[in-house]
């Protein structure tokens, strides 16, 4: 039977490569803990922008729904003041004029 003789320092080699794997383990889990925390923020940012949107998409149609009132209002007088004209068109076209005396 063969004996296969370990190289002197192969020991070293191990704890080297076990320290590398740990560091490289270490900076992966310290980047996953940045990310998480950076990204809670950005969460808490985003949820403040998207409250303050919503809040002037409210003002903005408040706004439109007041400018749609006020323009109805106009508009229904403008038809009412349509109909009263048309009402005495109707009246004005069933006047017949009066004739001329002494006509030939």
């Known amino acids: 039977m063969s004996h296969i003789k370990e190289p ?3 020991g070293i080699f191990e704890w ?3 320290l590398l794997l740990t560091a490289c383990a270490g900076l992966l889990t310290a980047c996953a803990a940045l990310t998480w925390i950076y990204l809670s923020a950005i969460r808490g940012d985003i949820e403040n922008v998207v409250a303050n949107n919503q ?12 400018q749609q009132v006020l323009s109805n209002s106009k508009l229904d007088a403008v038809r009412n003041e349509l ?3 048309n009402e005495k068109a109707a009246i ?3 006047v017949t004029p009066p004739e001329k005396n002494g006509s030939p």
């Open 92 to 94: 004005a076209g069933r």
């Open 16 to 18: 080297v490569v076990t």
């Open 83 to 85: 109909h009263a004209l």
């Open 55 to 66: 809040i002037e998409i409210g003002r903005a149609l408040l706004a439109v729904k007041e």
């Open 8 to 10: 002197v320092g192969g």
